[in-house]
């Protein structure tokens, strides 16, 4: 599989702003795309997901944008919380139904 | 409701040692089962997948094996750990293709 190991951006919020977290994705012939969050020290928690005949999915307080023309994703989160607090990652199914992972954004919520 | 266990939650070990974690799924059958390593600050490597009981199929080559003794039982291992091996270990499930992969909280795995 392919894995992507680059150094964390971060995006630094007040709380109760809204928050946007992007990510790129690399292939074009994907049709499943996931947001995961994951705490320190926790496996990855299923956010929200989007099938490519949608462009916009909204759930409690989070909605993911996609942009299939530009391989682009993006997760809104409304209301930021200091629960929010976290590292989000998207990802995207590839031909053999594999997951893969982008390189992930950690969100700081400021009290 | 489907849950999915992993234990130990963290380990040490010496370079040389054997390995075993183990990773269990309840309330659902025939699940595909996924093992994953992240380095620290980083994504997640798909190291094995399994889509039946005996069934494995590895991702990159590597000191590390897999094997599914059971419809909801995935196990990773290593005859002899390197320090290379070090990471968090994340075992997944899904309950097919194009599903959502579910995950476990995890093994840390130090080696010294």
């Known amino acids: 599989g392919e894995s992507v190991g680059l150094h964390l951006p971060t995006l630094s919020v007040q709380e109760g702003d809204n928050s946007i977290i992007n990510c790129a994705y690399s292939?074009?012939?994907?049709?499943?795309f996931i947001w995961y969050k994951q705490e320190s020290g926790k496996g990855p928690q299923f956010i929200i997901d989007?099938?490519?005949?949608?462009d916009k999915r909204q759930g409690q307080r989070v909605t993911v944008l996609l942009n299939k023309t530009v391989k682009h994703l993006s997760l809104q989160i409304a209301a930021t919380q200091p629960g929010d607090s976290a590292v989000y990652f998207c990802?995207?199914?590839?031909?053999?139904?594999?997951?893969?992972f982008g390189s992930g954004t950690r969100l700081l919520v400021r009290p | 409701s489907q849950t999915i266990h992993q234990w130990p939650a963290t380990l040490v070990q010496p370079v040389g040692s054997p390995l075993s974690l183990e990773c269990t799924v309840e309330?659902?059958?025939?699940?595909?089962l996924y093992w994953y390593r992240q380095a620290a600050g980083r994504g997640l490597q798909l190291l094995f997948y399994?889509?039946?009981?005996?069934?494995i199929s590895s991702e990159v080559p590597q000191n590390l094996s897999a094997s599914r003794p059971q419809d909801r039982q995935f196990i990773l291992s290593s005859k002899k750990l390197l320090l290379s091996d070090s990471g968090f270990y994340l075992c997944?499930?899904?309950?097919?293709?194009?599903?959502?992969?579910?995950f476990g909280d995890g093994t840390r795995l130090s080696i010294l």
């Open positions: 989007i099938r490519s005949n949608m």
């Open positions: 997944a499930w899904t309950i097919g293709e194009g599903q959502p992969q579910h």
């Open positions: 399994s889509v039946g009981i005996g069934q």
């Open positions: 309330g659902t059958s025939n699940p595909n």
């Open positions: 990802s995207w199914m590839d031909s053999s139904y594999k997951l893969i």
């Open positions: 292939n074009s012939a994907s049709d499943y």
